[in-house]
């Protein structure tokens, strides 16, 4: 299976302000995943990430709160804007090759 | 919308005794995914499941699909100490690869 290598591991960052989170697989993959975990809770599905195209948000995502970047087929990135406590949360990127998917081992994000 | 529902939401159980839990779908699933996330940690993959009534066995775990494909279970034996985590169902929709987790099940094991 992939291997994904994510970073920023944990961050702490002032409201109003943006990180940008990246993931880089070591196999070229046609879709990527982004997820947020709050904190004890599920994964809620961000948006589903093509090489060559906009992604596909889902609902109660946008793509000016959550710009997300693929520029080749290992490699995205996801932004979160203009950032506010309520976005403290766990982001994990996701691949699959076909058969259960592999997640990166997350960015754990502290907004004050 | 399409939902994913699982239950317990906690279980705490001796070392030794059996763990169930169940996941339930509002509508039918494609196939189902079971994941572990340990504390701190990231989801793991463990197993998909794809036909109805499917059955597999991984060692002490096992996983069954519902006939109606809108349900699924994972029963773990004589749970250890190292069954510690939150396990995932996850619900695959048509041919999209998009993926609807269930709100989870966290194990907790008393040695």
């Known amino acids: 299976s992939a291997v994904i290598s994510q970073k920023p591991s944990r961050d702490i960052c002032q409201r109003g302000t943006s990180l940008t989170i990246q993931c880089q697989v070591d196999?070229?993959?046609?879709?990527m995943f982004w997820y947020r975990q709050q904190p004890g809770q599920s994964l809620t599905l961000i948006a589903t990430?093509?090489?060559?195209?906009?992604?596909?948000?889902e609902s109660g995502f946008v793509i000016d709160k959550f710009p997300i970047s693929r520029p080749n087929l290992t490699f995205s990135t996801l932004t979160v804007s203009n950032m506010s406590p309520e976005d403290s949360s766990i982001y994990l990127c996701?691949?699959?090759?076909?058969?259960?998917?592999?997640f990166g081992s997350g960015t754990r994000l502290t907004v004050v | 919308g399409q939902q994913v529902m699982q239950i317990p939401q906690y279980q705490h159980v001796q070392e030794g005794e059996d763990f169930t839990t169940y996941c339930n779908s509002s509508?039918?699933?494609?196939?189902i995914q079971w994941y572990k996330q340990r504390p701190g940690g990231h989801p793991v993959f463990l197993i998909q499941?794809?036909?109805?009534?499917e059955v597999k066995k991984q060692k002490r775990l096992t996983f069954q699909f519902g006939e109606a494909k809108k349900n699924s279970s994972l029963h773990i034996t004589a749970t250890q100490t190292t069954d510690v985590g939150t396990y995932f169902c996850?619900?695959?929709?048509?041919?999209?690869?998009?993926?609807?987790f269930g709100s989870g099940t966290r194990l907790l094991v008393r040695p």
């Open positions: 990430a093509n090489q060559g195209s906009e992604a596909t948000y």
């Open positions: 509508t039918t699933l494609s196939n």
């Open positions: 499941l794809v036909k109805s009534g």
């Open positions: 996850a619900g695959g929709m048509d041919s999209s690869y998009k993926l609807i």
């Open positions: 996701s691949v699959t090759g076909g058969y259960g998917y592999t």
């Open positions: 196999s070229q993959v046609t879709m």
